[in-house]
């Protein structure tokens, strides 16, 4: 039927070491396995070096990766033992890194030198009185200094010291800056403040002249001799990342670092690796296919999977019921003896919004918002199924943002019919709970406790259905109190406790049981209260919109109307929506006691170049 989530199957793969790679990335491609790399007391081997190489690599990464160029992922058609590799790319990166170091730190000089000359050029181009002499100021001392400061954009200096001089300097892009001298204790002092304010100092530049066109042409000058050093620079690292062929030794780590998240611990002996983990293939054929395919000898075994270990339950849901997965997910994840609603709620959801939401043009706007979001944010998915539910009953009502008057209602104006709407709500919350209580005997039958549940829980059903009949043939109260006796004898029974202490307990839990369960029903009629508060509100939109005096003023107040009503009532029904399935209807059978299968994810996918070009 497709109510109960699968269980994924434990298998054990024993593949030649030098085909490690390949086949990890094979069995990614399939989406079936999740790895179990756990070590296992009867395999005391594990991937020889691999954590210290990749931390290793981290540590480089984290200095030079911006230096880095683009890394080249092994292919992984051919056989190759990780191991090795990893040998051989972590000493061509040390190589690499002994000769690099020196210029990657010129290069960062040069760099910082380039951006301060672009800096001074700006200084030059602004709105200045007169530049000061910077080589005069450069050489001050011992007894005077000099500082020159770069000001936050919401700086304000107050209380300048008496003994400094100060010249306050614009940059062609408005940046403030201030030129201070005086006794070298007191400018001392000033950086303190300075570094408080988040000012930061510039190193005067004594070769700068103080006339404008000398100065630009200083600047360019220097440029340009910077410019032509930092690309000589460039070209020395980029003939050593192609003698050390840096990008496939970068792809080979990042190859490590993916084992090292997904198998650090592998058993592993001089030839061959134990893979062992889950399948959410039913029969495994698919692993032994792929691998066959790519000519990898293996052995493929299954088994029962260690005592110790939690089964991952595989969620087995269409195409158009996965979006819905994500209301039980909210709780957890469905145990393997329990119900996974997730095919119920993609039908039974959208009825509940469509009937609280019901208009055609509204309903349009939330099915064109999802379909456009829905890529972007796959939660906004759901406003597929359920703007076009309310489309449904858009027609059914007779509403067309929030105008009744545009088509007729195929089946009533909601607003005309407040004690249908609300007997029809309570009606779907019966049917819902149903269904709860349904999908609880279905839990404890297959954990074995169906005898139980008939036992002692079928008694409630009786008893609600009891008083639900009651109000239409009061006799059939008659059955409530067998309902009553029947759980409360029966729990009695099934105890392992002194019976005569079990009375009052049983007791005291049918009546916590039975007002959850009609408290729980009456929260429905909330969905027929919603459907009444949209179809008022319609209303008062065109109503305001008659006042307004129709025409332009009419034809706005509508079409913001409009707008509140999808924005805010659409909001407040989505939550209604999730309410009632999280807190009436799932906490009659679910307890989200399961572990998610986890599909292993390839090296490809993982795997983003972050270098970058060393010019």
């Not at 690309?231 to 970068?250: F, G």
């Not at 691998?291 to 270990?309: C, G, K």
């Not at 796959?378 to 007779?398: D, H, K, Q, R, T």
């Amino acid at each position: 039927m497709g109510l109960r989530p699968g269980t994924a199957c434990w298998f054990e793969l024993l593949v030649p070491r030098a085909d490690l790679a390949r086949t990890l990335a094979r069995l990614a491609e399939t989406e079936t396995v999740e790895l179990e790399t756990g070590q296992r007391p009867d395999h005391p081997f594990e991937l020889p070096g691999l954590s210290a190489g990749v931390a290793e690599f981290n540590d480089l990464e984290r200095r030079f990766s911006g230096w880095w160029p683009e890394g080249r992922l092994p292919a992984l058609d051919r056989s190759m033992d990780p191991v090795a590799a990893m040998h051989e790319a972590c000493e061509r990166l040390r190589a690499w890194t002994r000769e690099a170091e020196p210029l990657i730190d010129e290069a960062e000089r040069l760099d910082t030198e380039l951006a301060r000359l672009d800096e001074f050029d700006r200084l030059v181009a602004g709105d200045n009185p007169a530049l000061p002499d910077f080589g005069l100021l450069a050489e001050a001392g011992p007894l005077l200094a000099a500082r020159l400061y770069r000001l936050p954009a919401d700086a304000e200096l107050e209380d300048w010291p008496a003994s400094l001089l100060r010249q306050s300097l614009v940059d062609s892009s408005r940046q403030r800056y201030v030129l201070a001298v005086g006794p070298a204790d007191a400018v001392a002092r000033l950086d303190d403040r300075m570094t408080a304010i988040k000012a930061r100092r510039l190193m005067l530049p004594a070769w700068l002249p103080n006339e404008p066109e000398a100065a630009r042409a200083a600047l360019a000058q220097r440029r340009q001799a910077t410019d032509q050093a930092r690309r000589t620079t460039a070209e020395r690292i980029d003939e050593l990342n192609a003698r050390h062929e840096l990008p496939d030794a970068l792809g080979v780590m990042a190859l490590m670092q993916w084992f090292d998240g997904h198998a650090p611990a592998l058993p592993v002996t001089e030839h061959f690796v134990l893979v062992t983990g889950w399948c959410s293939d039913p029969d495994g054929r698919a692993l032994d296919r792929v691998l066959s395919q790519s000519n990898i000898q293996h052995v493929l075994r299954r088994a029962e999977p260690p005592a110790e270990l939690e089964v991952p339950v595989v969620m087995r849901n269409p195409r158009w019921a996965r979006p819905f997965e994500i209301f039980p997910s909210l709780l957890g994840t469905p145990g393997a003896t329990e119900v996974d609603p997730s095919r119920l709620l993609a039908v039974v959801t959208p009825v509940m919004f469509g009937f609280m939401f019901g208009d055609v043009g509204q309903g349009a706007v939330l099915l064109a918002l999802g379909l456009w979001l829905r890529k972007r944010i796959p939660v906004f998915g759901l406003l597929v199924p359920f703007g076009a539910m309310s489309i449904v009953f858009g027609f059914l009502f007779g509403s067309v943002f929030a105008n009744e008057e545009l088509i007729p209602a195929l089946w009533m104006h909601p607003i005309d019919h407040p004690t249908l709407v609300m007997a029809i709500a309570l009606g779907f919350g019966v049917f819902i709970l149903s269904l709860g209580l349904l999908f609880d005997a279905l839990r404890c039958l297959w954990r074995g406790a169906g005898l139980h549940w008939l036992a002692t829980r079928a008694g409630l059903v009786v008893a609600y259905y009891g008083i639900l009949g009651a109000f239409f043939r009061p006799e059939l109260l008659n059955v409530t109190w067998l309902g009553f006796a029947w759980f409360v004898l029966g729990t009695v029974a099934v105890s392992e406790h002194n019976k005569l202490l079990e009375l009052p307990k049983a007791i005291g839990e049918l009546l916590e049981s039975m007002l959850q369960l009609l408290v729980n029903t009456i929260s429905f009629v909330r969905v027929g209260a919603f459907a009444l508060a949209h179809a008022g509100l319609s209303a008062a939109v065109f109503g305001m919109a008659d006042a307004a005096g129709g025409g332009v003023a009419g034809g706005f107040v509508i079409i913001l109307g409009n707008a509140i009503v999808i924005a805010l009532e659409g909001l407040i029904v989505s939550i209604q929506t999730t309410r009632l399935m999280l807190f009436e209807f799932f906490i009659r059978f679910l307890t989200a006691e399961g572990r998610r299968f986890k599909p292993l994810v390839g090296p490809g996918t993982i795997f983003r170049p972050t270098g970058r070009s060393s010019t």
